[in-house]
């Protein structure tokens, strides 16, 4: 993993600048300077100057909020990495966040080394939800971290070409996306994605994430 640079963006500045400490330490060899913005408005003003590679993004702020900065950042920077780090895992704020862009979903209960765990898997083109979030949105529990998932039973009666388009779906790409991927057309992208959410009982590019990440699908796909 090259080094790599986070803006973490919240208010309540002493969690900020303990959570600052805490990940140069775990990162050492691969995490370059942490800076830190107070709100929404501040963190595009750093994200001018600095650049950061992954930006940690907190919800509730005064001014511009995290969802807001989120669809800001998302829009200017696309190549920036989001993970948001918030009290709050209410459905409704994880799903516009998924579905705006964010790679990752933390609660601010999450320990030092899973914030560190999720950054690298993050960095290297995963998207995480915090275990509590997908607990509560499945209504079924996650399992202990080091526990391998079952393979689903929906997952034999994927195509490999299904297979590589939930994958791609999991890390966060849109349609036009993984056509660029797998040179196929966007309506055929889009037709196969029609399709998948039928296999997979869901209804939504929300609910093919979620239900990704569940079954882990980065272990059973092989890219």
């Known amino acids: 993993m090259e080094l790599f640079k986070v803006l973490i963006v919240d208010d309540q500045k002493l969690f900020a600048e303990s959570l600052a400490g805490i990940l140069a330490g775990l990162g050492a060899g691969h ?15 750093v994200l001018l100057r ?11 702020m005064p001014g511009m909020g995290g969802l807001e900065a989120l669809h800001r950042i998302r829009a200017d920077y696309p190549a ?37 765990t999720s950054i690298a898997a993050v960095m290297g083109g995963q998207t995480v939800l915090s275990p509590a979030v997908v607990e509560s949105l499945s209504g079924k529990p996650r399992g202990s971290p080091g526990q391998k998932s079952l393979i689903p039973d929906w997952f034999p009666l994927l195509s490999e070409k299904e297979k590589k ?12 996306e993984i056509a660029d991927k797998l ?20 209804k939504d590019r929300f609910g093919a ?14 890219e």
């Not at 600095?50 to 509730?60: A, K």
């Not at 388009?165 to 036009?176: A, D, P, T, V, Y």
């Not at 994430?209 to 092989?222: C, F, G, K, P, Y």
Request: proline share 2%; net charge negative; charged share 20%.
């Open 50 to 60: 600095y650049r950061p590679d992954l930006v940690l993004l907190d919800i509730f």
């Open 183 to 202: 040179n196929l057309g966007k309506n055929t992208i889009r037709n196969y994605v029609s399709a998948l959410y039928e296999k997979i009982a869901v």
């Open 165 to 176: 388009i939930l994958l791609l779906i999991s890390k966060g790409l849109s349609n036009e």
């Open 80 to 116: 920036v990495k989001i993970i948001m780090l918030t009290t709050f895992g209410y459905d409704t704020y994880v799903k516009e966040a998924v579905v705006g862009g964010a790679q990752g979903y933390l609660l601010k209960d999450t320990t030092p080394q899973e914030v560190w």
């Open 209 to 222: 994430i979620r239900v990704a990440i569940e079954a882990q699908i980065h272990t059973l796909v092989m």
């Open 31 to 45: 995490l370059g300077e942490v800076r830190i913005a107070g709100s929404g408005e501040e963190a595009l003003q």
